[in-house]
């Protein structure tokens, strides 16, 4: 039985600033550890994206103890993705990476597409997954942000709306939490708060995802986290209710359809997690 990582969770402090200040190459260094009772086999989705907006300039993994492993591309992402079978006992691994981030600017009249007009690529980001229930939230949606003029501005309401409405609170959503879950109980973490963005997306015809990354939070201690981003004027761009931190300096690992896509961990087996630092640093 494959088991999700749960959703990376802690309180926000404070609001990022509006138009943070461009840094073009970040470090991470990201340690994991767990304790297994038998052997187990793991799927990681720690590595940098490389591709796009990013690029990767320099990495480094560490295994201990030193089993074999292997990355290969997602074949419907292209994220990389790590494999590897690890003995009884206890498994380390340390990535550093040193990843260039181009400047993302927001088009804030980029305009949303006609469903005719979308490439066939992205039609599946329009249909209802089992964290993302466009479906069954498509009234809500409609009647929240249906009357609003089409594009940016909309998806950014969206954002906002779900940041004023949605209480960040650590303990209330887990791995089976859905998007409908969370409208109704409006609280959780950043997976859900992103998983209702998508939704609502969704839900009106815009395609969207979620997007998982590095990034350095207001507050620490670091974490994975998770954003959405809504395909606008022929581009993908990033939106984070949450306000954690500026998401233009999100260091992407993976993008998908919802957090089943882009667990950090994918545990086929039982492990008690020993540690979690996935730390992330402008880079001198």
Request: aromatic content about 8%.
């Given at each position: ?41 793991f ?14 300039l ?18 419907l ?95 209330t ?15 959780g973490?950043?997976?859900?708060f ?48 949450t ?40 880079a001198?």
């Open positions: 039985m494959s088991t999700p990582a749960t959703a990376p969770a802690f309180s926000p402090a404070s609001q990022p600033t509006a138009s943070p200040a461009p840094i073009s190459n970040w470090t991470i260094d990201c340690q994991l550890a767990y304790e297994l009772n038998d052997p187990t086999h799927i990681f989705q720690i590595h940098a994206w490389h591709g796009a907006d990013q690029q990767v320099a990495e480094s993994l560490e295994l201990s103890p030193g089993v074999a492993s292997h990355v290969y591309l997602d074949p992402s292209h994220h990389r993705t790590l494999r590897l079978q690890a003995p009884q006992g206890v498994l380390k691994l340390h990535y550093q990476a040193t990843v260039h981030v181009a400047p993302r600017l927001r088009d804030t009249g980029a305009a949303e597409l006609p469903v005719q007009d979308l490439p066939d690529a992205l039609v599946h980001q329009l249909m209802p997954t089992r964290y993302c229930e466009s479906d069954l939230l498509a009234r809500a949606a409609y009647k929240l942000f249906g009357n609003l003029p089409p594009g940016y501005a909309r998806v950014q309401a969206i954002s906002d709306w779900i940041h004023d409405n949605v209480d960040y609170v650590i303990g959503t887990d791995t089976t939490t859905t998007s409908c879950d969370v409208f109704r109980q409006r609280a973490v950043c997976r859900d992103a998983h209702l963005g998508v939704t609502f997306c969704r839900a009106l015809n815009i395609p969207a995802r979620l997007a998982v990354g590095y990034v350095r939070f207001n507050q620490p201690p670091p974490d994975f986290h998770a954003v959405f981003e809504a395909y606008l004027g022929g581009q993908w761009v990033l939106f984070d209710p306000q954690m931190a500026p998401v233009e300096h999100l260091v992407r690992i993976a993008c998908g359809r919802d957090a089943k896509d882009v667990a950090f961990s994918t545990i086929f087996g039982q492990a008690t997690m020993l540690t979690m630092t996935p730390d992330v640093q402008p001198a």
